[in-house]
């Protein structure tokens, strides 16, 4: 018999789907082009950088043919700001996600666009490049949990020109706490006395492993909102029909009086 499984992505299901970010590198060794799934990669010429999926980076770096660029949000001072921006500046709301690039172009590595019927679409994260060396620093990717792990853990020798290692983990565990206690408290919108259960919470640059981890928690209120709200409506209901109902028994025994009146009235009393 197969056992039920959890609603969401655990966190290896995650992390696999975050080893599609596209990242920078510095090849060591020159390297034709290679067909995968997704199309060609490009010729690595040292030492020109070159665009490439996180998990072919790591395979390179592993037999040591490239380094890996960090991308400047992984920057101290960048994660500093975030910190501040997530605790004092905005306590309250998430920070907003890296920017869509104003003109996306399919033909420039790093920028992520789509064609439709001969038009260039923009795509907004996790769909664009926002862990490569151009992207922007100050803001927090879509996979920035999984892919900051996966960077220190297995290039952590590249993230030395960043500085050290552990003050980036702490303030990486900082990110992690606020915006977990964050995720919390946004259930408050949904009302404590089951009167807003319809309330809408705002996952505006919430990351893909902060989701994972928090669905159950979240799905779980929810449906006790929802219970909550079913039980008062049942209660009211009740209520009204207590209210109403004496009130009907109490008209159609007064009509009753009235015909043993009349029929009193025919027999000459």
Not at 62 to 79: D, E, F, M
Not at 153 to 168: K, Q, R, V, W
Request: aromatic share 4%.
């Amino acid at each position: 018999m197969a056992l039920s499984l959890p609603p969401g992505l655990t966190h290896a299901e995650v992390s696999f789907l975050a080893e599609m970010e596209t990242v920078t590198i510095v090849p060591r060794q020159r390297l034709d082009s290679i067909d995968l799934l997704s199309g060609k990669t490009p010729s690595l010429r040292p030492p020109h950088r070159v665009d490439l999926s996180l998990w072919l980076a790591l395979l390179l770096k592993k037999q040591r043919r490239a380094n890996i660029v960090p991308p400047p949000w992984l920057h101290p001072a960048s994660l500093s700001e975030i910190v501040q921006r997530e605790t004092k500046e905005n306590p309250t709301a998430f920070s907003e996600p890296p920017p869509v690039p104003s003109r996306p172009n399919i033909h420039q590595p790093g920028i992520a666009a789509r064609q439709n019927n001969n038009e260039t679409v923009q795509l907004s994260p996790p769909f664009q490049a926002s862990c490569t060396a151009d992207a922007p620093a100050g803001y927090l990717p879509y996979h920035w949990m999984e892919v900051a792990e996966m960077l220190l853990t297995f290039a952590g020798d590249d993230m030395i020109s960043l500085g050290s290692a552990g003050e980036i983990r702490g303030l990486l565990r900082d990110l992690t706490e606020v915006r977990a206690a964050k995720m919390r408290d946004s259930t408050k919108t949904l009302g404590a006395d089951g009167e807003n259960v319809g309330g809408v919470v705002s996952l505006r640059g919430v990351g893909a492993m902060e989701l994972a981890e928090n669905r159950g928690f979240i799905l779980g209120v929810v449906d006790g909102m929802r219970r909550i709200g079913a039980s008062v409506e049942a209660t009211r209901r009740e209520q009204e029909e207590e209210m109403g109902g004496p009130g009907g028994g109490g008209g159609g025994g007064g009509r009753g009086d009235d015909g043993d009146d009349d029929s009193d009235e025919d027999m000459g009393i």
